[in-house]
């Protein structure tokens, strides 16, 4: 599995690495970005990125300018939020523009772990691939 993980927190970032760790994702091959831009740039050149941890906030690129970047391109990867704001709005909003799930800061390995695992148990699954 290859993640990539968007936060313009370096030590968020780390954090993030830890709980996947802990989660059981130790194996998991991962990509870092401090902004949406970066991981745009990242997602597009690794074919084999899977699943995108993005936080929402970030500069010159944000999180949710970044998902709809993916899905205009037709890229489905499973794409979770990882943020501290997650408002009824903002879910709605990311929700109708292709994303997957929330994470909310603070967070521990169990949230981690238990958002990936109703993600990726879901009746209607979402690939990296394009749609044609």
Do not use: H
Not at 24 to 38: F, L
Not at 111 to 129: E, G, I, K, M, W
């Amino acid at each position: 599995m290859k993640i990539l993980i968007a936060d313009d927190s370096k030590v968020m970032r780390m954090l993030v690495r830890r709980a996947l760790r802990q989660a059981g994702y130790g194996n998991a091959a991962i990509t870092e970005a401090c902004d949406g831009e970066e991981a745009y740039q990242a997602f597009v050149a690794d074919p084999y990125i899977n699943l995108v941890l993005s936080d929402w906030n970030m500069p010159v690129l944000d999180g949710f300018g970044l998902l709809e970047n993916l899905r205009a391109d037709g890229f489905r990867v499973p794409f979770v939020f990882v943020t501290t704001e997650c408002t009824d709005q903002m879910r709605t909003k990311a929700s109708v523009a292709g994303a997957n799930r929330f994470i909310v800061k603070p967070f521990d390995a169990e949230n981690v772990r238990f958002a990936l695992c109703l993600l990726y148990t879901s009746p209607s699954p979402r690939d990296r691939q394009k749609s044609r």
